[in-house]
């Protein structure tokens, strides 16, 4: 089967291949492995590539696409490329400047996909995580759907194709959708989703209202990195996976991204090493059973990895709700 081809429509018309390559590294990680890794992951088949102004390596990631680009593997009309607004921009007034930010670091005239990396606004300026001396987050306040109205005029600037949010639960997705004068719905809710935490409440709810779910740390998420609870066990060594891997010949990365793929989830996967990186394209190569499915999601122990804990307490915190 074609990867390439294995594209979900948008509620705006715009299309999203199914399966998406994360470039988000801790800090300690040399930024030329995003660039290597990004054009790695274009030549072997990946045809949307997903970063954000937080993981400052958009100039990396750009370069890779434009020099994918530039040896004629690729047009730019065959990447989707998602950039995200970063919590310290979520006033109106800053979002055009943050996402114009992005595409000068990128060096493209356009994104595929803006969304709002979580809803949980911060304080404006260059530190990406203010904090005060005891260390705490300084929280800002902000109207999301004022954010929202910021994004669709970048929609109709043409800087972005399609916009969405990310990390919102279902009230604040509700709060979006039921703003008066509403333009343009979310196209995605970009959030964790594993078969520890399969969020089927929440894809529900997205689906009902043709919104795609997009699903990050579908592998059990990167353990050394800043923002990742460690203590939680470690997805891929599962024992119920790792028995559906052996039954059908694959690795249990493919059974979970191949599981989220069959629930008709959008399905970011993260690797910086070639053989991972090649392996995870496989996602298309084989099926899982009805059976398979539903032994996965058994699994379902709402275990999340990025709980983003320095947040509780700011009033859009969004993972308190059931979903
Ligand atoms: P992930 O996709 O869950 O991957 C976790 C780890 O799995 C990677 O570090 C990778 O290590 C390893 N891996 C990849 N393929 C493998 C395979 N075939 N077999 C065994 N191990 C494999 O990681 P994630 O970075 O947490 O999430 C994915 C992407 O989602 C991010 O890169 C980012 O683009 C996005 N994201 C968004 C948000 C948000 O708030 N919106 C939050 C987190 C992440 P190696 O590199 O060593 O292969």
Redesign the pocket.
């Known amino acids: 089967m074609d990867p390439k081809s294995q594209r979900v429509k948008l509620n705006d018309g715009h299309f999203i291949p199914v399966l998406?390559f994360?470039?988000?590294?801790p800090e300690e990680v040399p930024k030329s492995e995003a660039l290597e890794?990004t054009k790695f992951a274009i030549e072997v088949g990946f045809r949307h590539v997903?970063?954000?102004h937080l993981?400052q390596n958009e100039e990396q990631v750009g370069q890779a696409i434009r020099s994918k680009i530039a040896d004629g593997t690729v047009k730019r009309e065959d990447i989707f490329y998602t950039s995200?607004l970063w919590c310290n921009s979520l006033q109106p007034e800053l979002v055009r400047p943050a996402l114009e930010k992005s595409l000068q670091n990128l060096q493209l005239d356009h994104v595929d996909l803006y969304?709002i990396?979580?809803p949980v606004s911060l304080k404006p300026g260059n530190k990406f995580v203010p904090k005060d001396e005891s260390g705490k987050l300084i929280f800002d306040s902000v109207d999301l759907c004022h954010t929202w109205e910021a994004l669709e005029k970048c929609k109709d600037a043409g800087l972005t194709k399609s916009i969405g949010v990310?990390?919102f639960n279902h009230k604040q997705l509700e709060k979006i959708l039921n703003k008066p004068g509403l333009k343009y719905k979310p196209v995605c809710n970009?959030?964790?989703c594993?078969p520890y935490l399969n969020q089927s409440k929440l894809l529900e709810f997205c689906k009902s209202h043709d919104i795609v779910l997009v699903a990050?740390?579908?592998?059990?998420?990167?353990l050394l990195?800043e923002?990742?609870n460690s203590n939680n066990p470690i997805l891929?060594e599962d024992p119920v996976l790792c028995a559906i891997a052996k039954k059908h010949k694959q690795?249990?990365?493919?059974v979970a991204l191949r599981y989220q793929v069959q629930r008709g989830v959008v399905v970011?996967?993260?690797?910086?090493?070639k053989k991972?990186?090649k392996?995870?394209m496989q996602v298309f190569d084989f099926e899982l059973t009805p059976e398979d499915m539903k032994a996965i999601d058994g699994l379902n122990r709402n275990i999340r990895?990025?709980d983003f804990q320095k947040g509780i307490g700011h009033p859009e915190y969004p993972f308190s709700e059931e979903y």
């Open positions: 998406g994360g470039t988000y590294a890794a997903d970063s954000a993981y995200k969304i990396h979580s990310s990390n970009q959030v964790e594993h990050y740390a579908a592998l059990g998420a990167q990195s923002w990742v891929l690795t249990p990365a493919l970011l996967a993260k690797s910086f090493n991972r990186i392996e995870n990895y990025y």
